[in-house]
């Protein structure tokens, strides 16, 4: 979605409807598309609603991060120093610019302490996913400690439910988008050979 203010949409050129929907939909990398009032209000609507969701789902996962971590706090003050481990679990905004917008990511990572000049500086390295909605087993080969897998395991049970909803609720939005290109596109498609469609 484009932001910024543009002219209105009676003008017939490109502006933002009163909800916040711009009046051309930019269609990751594709050429914007004209929406009329009908279809302004229902991506207003659709809009509004796939926001909401991302945002309850985003609240709910940033909750299971906080059980998390408070979990794992608890667990490693009961062992020593040397068996505590560097795993964690980070929310984040999606900031890809083709991004659906309220889009967020649940990504498990690694960190390590360094001793600089100016203090301790702390480096992240984000464990790779790959695809589907739950991370292997696998991917955590090396990174934790035994006491540790129970606590992510369970974590990541209900995180990989989180990302299955925010996926689909984001594709609610994609398939609109969609759904409006190919039938604006229907017209070009149906006209007989030979036939401009000049007035």
């Known amino acids: 979605m484009q932001g910024g203010q543009g002219a209105s949409a009676q003008t017939g050129k490109p502006g933002r409807h009163a909800d916040g929907v711009a009046d051309r939909w930019d269609d990751q990398g594709g050429d914007p598309l004209?929406?009329?009032?009908?279809?302004?209000?229902?991506?207003?609507?659709?809009?509004?609603?796939?926001?909401?969701?991302?945002?309850?789902?985003?609240?709910?996962?940033?909750?299971?991060?906080?059980?998390?971590?408070?979990?794992?706090?608890?667990?490693?003050?009961?062992?020593?120093?040397?068996?505590?481990?560097?795993?964690?679990?980070?929310?984040?905004?999606?900031?890809?610019?083709?991004?659906?917008?309220?889009?967020?990511?649940?990504?498990?990572?690694?960190?390590?302490?360094?001793?600089?000049?100016?203090g301790n500086a702390c480096f992240t390295n984000y464990i790779p996913k790959g695809d589907g909605d739950r991370y292997p087993k696998s991917a955590f080969r090396g990174k934790l400690r035994n006491w540790q897998r129970p606590i992510v395991d369970s974590a990541e049970t209900r995180l990989a439910a989180i990302r299955r909803a925010a996926r689909h609720v984001a594709q609610v939005r994609t398939q609109l988008r969609l759904a409006v290109r190919v039938e604006q596109a229907l017209p070009e498609l149906l006209r007989e050979d030979g036939e401009s469609g000049a007035d």
């Not at 209000?41 to 985003?58: E, F, H, P």
């Open 34 to 118: 004209e929406l009329d009032a009908d279809d302004q209000d229902v991506a207003a609507a659709v809009d509004r609603w796939v926001r909401q969701r991302l945002d309850a789902l985003r609240a709910q996962a940033e909750s299971v991060r906080a059980q998390f971590e408070s979990r794992l706090r608890a667990e490693a003050q009961t062992r020593d120093r040397s068996e505590r481990g560097r795993i964690g679990l980070r929310v984040r905004e999606q900031a890809s610019p083709p991004a659906t917008p309220g889009a967020f990511t649940i990504e498990w990572c690694t960190y390590r302490f360094t001793r600089q000049a100016d």
